[in-house]
């Protein structure tokens, strides 16, 4: 069965249920249009090389590489997507049945015909000079070693066979499919995965687990995959029902008592951060110390664009700020002057410099909005760092040369925090991290925090309700600077050594995007977006627990941003406020189809035809 009821409103009814439609009658025009859609975004994949460069990461050894699975993910996710139904407040939806399975199977062979096309292409005609990035190697690849007929046959089959498992994921039930998924979910995370848990293995001596479950080339063994999966399915079940029950009990907590439950959680979380890094390695660490900055960078960012709607695009100016005011105080071979600061009196002097620089920066653009001011913030972005790069300012900045050699920090003269230990260096961010964290949640339930949502909503409305937003912008610009130069300060400490190439205009994009994908407005989905994002991908210099999507990693951002601006604008983990504003509408006309409204307060119907919400 198909669960309809809708995600943004508690306790909405279901739709009514209609008999399943004949297996032929479909919207063709919409099949062929989806599957073509597949097979382009197929044959780009393709050309992209990036099927090549994945081949040598193992899923499941010897049946599935990365570079096969990212070519069957797309027959898979359309065969399930044509079997989309749109609900509508008393309108009827049709029960899930073979029509499902025969769309899925339509768009999953236009989807694989893009690589027979591809291969036969490949084959007969020299493609080398338009399509610079593709290997040779891809033939072989898609044909399987065989010839470029045999390619066509096999990914036609394939597309059909991956698009009809699709549509046959809509007959089953909730349970069922959740099951289905998180058995995949749990094989190909515990094969991308690899590293980290046989770090973490090795430090709690449990080597003996993880030869069981890997093989020595790398992948998941095939018996310990279907194990694994076994393993999984049965807690997906077993488990949904009280992992819903005690989401419940926890929202219906109230005052005291729902307090005591987020302590409670937060010092769960605490704990396991805390006492993580003790047990490993200093892969993990070195990870872990990556994410921790863009958490901190994130934090910042999510002042300014999550609380306050101020799109700012440069705010890799405040991460430069604070590592080359860090470098000059702190280092002896600063080019001008080496005043030789501990580490901490250093970043009191810092988090002055980079408020000023956070004031120099808004004052002239805060009166501005949407478009301009995105600009504008970006051309002050590339001006510092190319202030930090010119000769005008070698002799206080060193150039193009940086300032190498930048002292560890010293912490009260207890112990030295360098790039050399990063499980110091994680401790370290992990203490900033929370500082911003708790700055964050006392800012966002205060009276300058509802200022600041209060603009992002509606400027002009709040500058009517006698917001000064001139003010209230420039102060969001002054603490999302001061979170940053934090990011920037340990960053120096961590390197030793500051360049101007380490502050591109990209880091700043990749901030926005962990933003974005994570929820803006909301610190647990912003914490999420950087684990998830920087962990696995990688940063802009920074390597992920994929080392393989180094090359990719932009391509894999800018389609994660495309999607959630069309399929989840709120985020990951939205917070509430967000969601609202965004599906407010909907939401509304909802409400009143349902009858619990009768209209807007003034006597007149909401305006518009019924809003669908996804099923």
């Known amino acids: 069965m198909t669960d309809t009821a809708s995600p943004l409103v ?35 994949i393709a050309l992209s090389n990036m099927p090549v ?84 190697i891809l033939l072989d690849l898609l044909a399987f070693g065989n010839q470029a007929w045999f390619a066509a046959v096999i990914w036609l089959a394939i597309g059909a066979g991956m698009g009809t498992v699709g549509g046959v994921l809509r007959l089953l039930g909730p349970t069922s499919r959740r099951a289905v998924v998180t058995m995949a979910i749990a094989v190909a995370g515990a094969a991308v995965l690899e590293s980290l848990v046989v770090d973490l293995a090795e430090g709690m001596g449990l080597e003996a687990l993880t030869d069981r479950l890997y093989d020595r080339r790398g992948g998941v063994n095939w018996n310990s995959a279907l194990g694994l999966a076994g393993v999984c399915g049965i807690l997906a079940v077993a488990g949904r029902g009280r992992l819903r029950q005690a989401r419940s009990r926890h929202a219906e907590l109230q005052g005291a008592k729902r307090t005591q439950a987020n302590a409670g959680l937060m010092a769960l979380a605490a704990a396991t951060l805390i006492v993580l890094p003790l047990f490993a390695g200093k892969l993990t660490n070195e990870l872990l110390a990556n994410v921790g900055l863009f958490v901190l960078l994130a934090l910042g960012l999510n002042v300014v664009v999550g609380l306050a709607g101020i799109l700012d695009l440069g705010y890799v100016a405040f991460f430069a700020v604070g590592s080359y005011s860090t470098a000059v105080l702190t280092a002896a071979t600063s080019p001008r002057i080496a005043p030789e600061m501990p580490w901490l009196v250093a970043l009191i002097v810092v988090v002055i410099i980079t408020g000023l620089a956070g004031l120099f920066i808004g004052a002239p653009v805060i009166r501005m909005r949407g478009d301009y001011l995105a600009i504008v913030t970006l051309g002050f ?89 001139v003010n209230v912008k420039l102060l969001a610009f002054v603490v999302g600077a001061v979170l940053g130069s934090f990011s920037g300060a340990i960053f120096a400490a961590k390197v030793g050594s500051v360049f101007p190439a380490s502050f591109l205009i990209l880091v700043s994009i990749v901030i926005l995007v962990v933003v974005i994908f994570g929820g803006m407005g909301n610190i647990v989905g912003v914490i999420a977006g950087a684990a998830v994002l920087i962990g696995v991908l990688g940063g802009p210099k920074q390597p992920g627990l994929l080392i393989e999507f180094s090359e990719f990693k932009l391509l894999i951002y800018g389609a994660l941003l495309i999607w959630m601006m069309l399929a989840r604008p709120e985020g990951l983990m939205p917070s509430v406020r967000r969601t609202r504003e965004l599906h407010q509408q909907e939401m509304a006309q909802d409400a009143w189809l349902r009858g619990e409204v009768d209209d807007d307060g003034g006597g007149n119907r909401p305006a518009g035809p019924p809003v669908a919400t996804q099923s």
């Open 10 to 44: 508690p306790g909405e009814a279901k739709a009514l249920l209609a008999p399943p439609r004949p297996a032929l009658s479909h919207d063709w025009r919409r099949i062929v249009r989806i599957g073509s859609i597949a097979a382009l975004g197929q044959a780009f």
């Open 381 to 469: 972005g590339e001006i510092i760092r190319l202030l930090f790069l010119s000769d005008w300012l070698s002799g206080w900045f060193g150039g193009s040369q940086g300032i190498t050699m930048i002292p560890a920090a010293d912490i009260f003269g207890l112990t030295e925090v360098s790039g050399t230990d990063p499980r110091r260096v994680f401790y370290l961010v992990l203490v900033f991290c929370a500082l911003a964290i708790y700055v964050s949640w006392r800012l966002e339930r205060s009276r300058m925090g509802r200022a600041w949502m209060a603009v992002r909503e509606d400027e002009t409305v709040a500058e009517a309700m006698g917001i000064n937003t």
């Open 53 to 136: 460069r994945l081949d040598e990461r193992l899923i499941v050894k010897p049946v599935l590489s990365l570079g096969y699975l990212v070519l069957l993910f797309l027959p898979l996710a359309v065969g399930y997507r044509q079997g989309h139904q749109t609900v509508r407040e008393g309108v009827p939806v049709f029960r899930p049945g073979l029509n499902e399975v025969v769309g899925g199977f339509s768009c999953g062979l236009i989807a694989g015909g893009g690589l027979a096309v591809l291969a036969v292409l490949l084959a007969n005609f020299d493609l080398r000079e338009p399509l610079v990035n593709w290997s040779p």
